[in-house]
Each structure stands twice: as structure tokens, then as C-alpha cells.
């Protein structure tokens, strides 16, 4: 005899209401807690403002804590989201200079740090404050008639102000560090002291005779021709006013090196001030210098008309020469050329940041007094005090 089909329906409905059982037992759970909470005579005063006076009492210090740190997280969130914001606006290139000049700033500080605590040595008074400046100085030079050369110089001038200013440590490369000015002879073919000079570390011990007289002896160690040298400096100077609007400097550098032997640099700076023109003044620099070994004397001659706009700019028109009274080594002809250039000096926003062009036109003895073109292009960097912008 078959089963009933009503049977059936309801042999399944059974099973499937014993299976959801579980099941509705926990929402029914579920919704008669809800009830609960929702009804609950704490929670209604809590909402109301009719809590419990112990609970009440509590609550001010945590609702203001709370409070508090809903504040500073929201604070903390918009400075986020203003930090964010503005990262996104000012883009790489502004994200770049950010990190350029952190990192500048805080070499700065380190430089200074350092040569303050090295300064301690000599004396506790804190207030002289510290004038140590370090110059990166990257160039890419194109001589006329020659090829491109690129030049990485470093140049640490450290102050020990505690002993009254009267010692310094000077480290350079790729000058001589002496004070002479000597950008373009060697352009020109012209071999300068500077020409072989690589790295060097002295201790300059500055004597000042007079208000307008300078005696500066330095004694260091320098690479030279590929050899280390110890080596001897006495630099002096005399300057003054001969006449109204000009300014007259007289100096003279004396160098011994423990293997190559002496080098001298005699130099007469002449300068004329424009009174109309306080920006614009007209310089003539020449010098004279001799080598061991090499025959005769160097001249050389700059005369220049500059501009000084400000700290941070500055134009000059040059015309160099150069002369070789006596023939040696390489050297052919004593006329050693001319160069016509223009110079242009700029800080753009950065008063530790440099750059220079200087397109030239030169008539140099080493292409037969055949006209030619160069250019030098120079980025400086500035670390340390604002020293090396007086």
C-alpha cells in the first residue's frame, strides 16, 4: 500500500523545521537581547541624561579625555590631510627642493657644530658665533680650441673664532688656495701655479700689521705633480685709497714646496668706483709670478667692468692677456693670447646656491691667434655660515 502524498508533505516539514530549529532559536535569542538593550532603564538614562549619579560623576573626566583625543585625532587628520594636499600640489620638483634644502640646512648645522665644538678647545665663549663655509663647486668648462673639460672642486674655510681669529684650516681642491685670481690664464695656455695643484689641507695663522695691511703665514700639505709636499706660504698685503673713487691692493704670495721649491706671485688690483653708478666699478688686475725651474716670469692681465647688483648677482665684461717673458718647456710663443668674456653670477631663491655662465671669444697662441669660442658653465653649493657672501 503506497504512502499518502499528505503523509509525505508532512514527513518533509517536519524534518526541515527540526534542521532550522537551531537556527531560529538564536535569532529569536538574538531579537529578545535586542529588546533588552533597547528597553534597558540604564541605557535610557544614559541617553536621557538620568544615569546613575555614580556613573555620572565618572563620566566628565572620561567625556572630556575622550573628547581631547577626538580633538587631536582630528587635528592630527586634517594636518595629514593638509600635509597630504600640499605634497600633491607642490609635485617632484617642488618635493625636491624641499629635500634640498633640509639637506642643506642640515649640513650647515652639522659644519658649524663641529668646527664649534673644535673651536671649544681653544676657548668657552659661545657668543663669537662661527664663520666655517664649505663650497662644492661643479663645472663644465669648454676653453676655445680645446676640449670640453669636467671639474669637481671642493673648499672648506673653518674659523676658530676662540683664538681671536687669528688661525683657520683651509682644504682645497683644484686651486691654490691663495687668494690670487687666476680664473682664465690657464685658458689661454698660460701654465699658473694653479694649473698643477690638486688636494691640500693647511693651518693659516693670520697677522694683521695694520688696519689695511695683512701678514698670513700657512703651513700645510699639498699633492703636487702627483707627489705629496709639505709646503710654506707667506701671503702679505697692503691696500688703501690713493685717491678718491679708486682703491689700490698690493700683495704677494711666496710659496715653498719641500720637492718642486719656490713660487712667487707679486699682484697689483687697481679698482675705480663709479659714484653715479654704485653697482658699477672698473677693475684692473696684474700679476706677476715666477717658478723654480721654469724660465723667465708669467704676466698676466685682466682688466674688467663689473656690476654688482646684490649678494646674488653679478655681471662682468673681461678682457684677458698673458705673457711669458722667456721661453720654456711646451711654451712656443711668449704671447700667450687674448680672451673677451662675459660672466654672469646668480643665486635664484637660494642664497646657498650658485650658478655662472661664462661665454668667451679668445685669440689663444696654442691655434696660431685663430679666432675661437668656449664656454664654462659652474653650479656652486654653500654649506655652513653666510661668510663666504661677504
Not at 681671536?164 to 695656455?189: A, N, V
Not at 697677522?207 to 707667506?234: S, W, Y
Amino acid at each position: 500500500m503506497s504512502d499518502c502524498p499528505d503523509s509525505r508533505a508532512g514527513a518533509i516539514l517536519l524534518d526541515r523545521l527540526r534542521l532550522a530549529g537551531p537556527v531560529m532559536v538564536r535569532l529569536v535569542a538574538g531579537s529578545a537581547l535586542c529588546v533588552v538593550l533597547l528597553t534597558s532603564p540604564a541605557l535610557h538614562a544614559a541617553d536621557t541624561g538620568d544615569a546613575d549619579p555614580e556613573i555620572k560623576a565618572a563620566d566628565p573626566e572620561t567625556d572630556a579625555a575622550a573628547s581631547d583625543k577626538d580633538a587631536a585625532d582630528s587635528a592630527e587628520g586634517s594636518d595629514s590631510d593638509d600635509a597630504a594636499t600640499e605634497k600633491r600640489q607642490k609635485g617632484f620638483f617642488g618635493r625636491a627642493v624641499d629635500f634640498a634644502d633640509n639637506t642643506q640646512e642640515a649640513a650647515s648645522r652639522g659644519l658649524t657644530d663641529f668646527m664649534g665644538q673644535v673651536d671649544g678647545y681653544f676657548g668657552d665663549d659661545e657668543t663669537l658665533g662661527n664663520d666655517s663655509w664649505a663650497r662644492i663647486r661643479v663645472e663644465s668648462d669648454k676653453p676655445a680650441g680645446e676640449d670640453i673639460d669636467l671639474g669637481f672642486k671642493l673648499k672648506l674655510r673653518l674659523a676658530l673664532p676662540n683664538t681671536e681669529d687669528k688661525l683657520r684650516l683651509l682644504i682645497s681642491t683644484g686651486d691654490d688656495g691663495s687668494g690670487q685670481q687666476k680664473d682664465g690664464l690657464d685658458r689661454l695656455g698660460t701654465e699658473t701655479d694653479s694649473t698643477n695643484e690638486s688636494a691640500s689641507l693647511a693651518v693659516e695663522f693670520v697677522r694683521t700689521a695694520r688696519e689695511n695691511a695683512d701678514v698670513n703665514f700657512d703651513l700645510g700639505a699639498r699633492q703636487r705633480h702627483g707627489e705629496i709636499q709639505l709646503f710654506t706660504r707667506l701671503k702679505t698685503s697692503l691696500s688703501g685709497s690713493p685717491r678718491e673713487a679708486w682703491f689700490a691692493r698690493l700683495s704677494n704670495n711666496y710659496t715653498y714646496y719641500s720637492k718642486s721649491g719656490f713660487e712667487d706671485q707679486l699682484g697689483l688690483v687697481l679698482r675705480r668706483d663709479y659714484p653715479l653708478f654704485e653697482d658699477l666699478y672698473f677693475q684692473s688686475s696684474s700679476e706677476l709670478s715666477w717658478i723654480k725651474g721654469r724660465k723667465g716670469a708669467v704676466f698676466g692681465q685682466i682688466f674688467g667692468l663689473y656690476a654688482q647688483f646684490s649678494d646674488r648677482e653679478f655681471l662682468a665684461l673681461e678682457n684677458l692677456t698673458s705673457y711669458h717673458t722667456a721661453l720654456s718647456g711646451d711654451i712656443e710663443d711668449n704671447y700667450r693670447g687674448t680672451e673677451l668674456r662675459l660672466r654672469w653670477r646668480h643665486s635664484t631663491g637660494r642664497k646657498w646656491f650658485f650658478y655662472e655662465v661664462w661665454p668667451s671669444v679668445a685669440w689663444p697662441a696654442n691655434s696660431d691667434y685663430d679666432r675661437s669660442y668656449g664656454i664654462l658653465l659652474r653650479m656652486e653649493v654653500f654649506f655652513g655660515s653666510d661668510a663666504f657672501m661677504r
